[in-house]
């Protein structure tokens, strides 16, 4: 048993989205919060710590934590959330577009889970919680990069969690479906755009519009994230939400063929 009582929480990307809603909830349920942002944002917010932190910069993650630990003295959960997403086709992003996405979405969160362990080592006991998608098991066209990046947290969770066991440390990953945030405004757009992809990345632009306007509520993914950090033996994977759920399970025992079928016409992409 790994039972995690509140303590406290890092969570990156606290700024807005599930980021935003998942530090309340973990505050509400009594850990001391300390989110982040690129951006210098009010000190305290709702009664949580917001403090400063690119991922993508060693030296800014470095000084997050030893700031965390300067107030704090400890670390019990990191919440690796920060992440943005890419909606285009895969030849449209140039190299250094899809090693920028990588920056934020893969190696942002090695650089963090690195930067928490010596802490977490020493102290015999911590939980991560890496936010994947659906996108980590389910790879939709004109979202080839976001997808595989998601896919890339899926098999280094999975091997860290093998990994950290014998220090008390556990790894989890939440898996949401379209959640109702700013995702869609932050999207990335390819940097070299190719016309032939034109009418395929407009229909796909608003088929995602109109799945993001049903989609589930920040809240129903934050309370999927308290569960991951608070289940005294947590699971490798969380789907968060009905939809999440149910595709997950699809995903596992419908057929390939009959699933490839029904993804694409769901799209409106010839069979
Ligand atoms: N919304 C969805 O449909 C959906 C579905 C599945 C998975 N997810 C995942 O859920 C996570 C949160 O997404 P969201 O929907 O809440 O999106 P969001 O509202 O756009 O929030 C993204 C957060 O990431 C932070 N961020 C972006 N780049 C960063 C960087 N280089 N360093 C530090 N922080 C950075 C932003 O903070 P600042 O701009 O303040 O720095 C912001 O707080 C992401 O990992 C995303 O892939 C979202």
Redesign the pocket.
């Known amino acids: 048993m790994n039972k995690i009582n509140p303590g406290v929480a890092i969570v ?9 809603v998942t530090a309340k909830a973990l505050q509400n349920a009594g850990f001391r919060v300390f989110g ?4 210098a ?1 009010s000190k305290k917010s709702d009664g949580i710590t917001m403090l400063t ?5 060693d030296a800014s993650v470095a000084k997050l934590v030893d700031e965390v630990l300067a107030q704090a003295g400890r670390i019990d959960l990191l919440v ?6 890419l909606l285009g086709g895969a030849e449209e992003s140039s190299t250094a577009q899809a090693q920028a996405l990588f ?3 893969v190696f ?1 969160v090695i650089r963090m889970i690195n930067a928490v362990l010596p802490t977490m080592r020493r102290q015999g006991n911590g939980r991560i919680v890496n ?5 980590g098991f389910i790879p939709a066209p004109f979202f080839a990069l ?1 997808s595989s ?2 896919h890339a947290i899926e098999g280094y969770s999975e091997s860290l969690d093998h990994e950290l066991r014998p220090f008390g440390i556990r790894v989890a990953l939440v ?12 999207l990335a757009r390819p940097d070299q755009l190719l016309d032939i992809y034109d009418a395929a990345r407009a229909s796909m632009t608003i088929a995602v519009r109109t799945a ?1 306007e049903k ?2 509520t ?1 809240e129903v ?1 934050a309370s999927t994230v308290l569960a991951a950090a608070t289940d005294p033996t947590p699971k490798r994977r969380y789907a ?1 939400g009905k939809m999440a759920r149910q595709v997950s399970f699809l995903r596992r025992f419908v057929p390939a063929s009959a699933f490839d079928n029904s993804l694409r016409k769901q799209l409106g992409l010839p069979i």
């Open positions: 990156t990307g606290a700024s807005s989205g599930i980021g935003h982040t942002s690129r951006r944002v932190c690119d991922v993508t910069d690796n959330n920060a992440g943005m997403g920056d934020v979405n942002g936010l994947s998608s659906v996108q976001y990046t998601k898996e949401p479906a379209y959640t109702r945030t700013s995702f869609e405004d932050n993001m989609g589930d920040p993914v968060a």
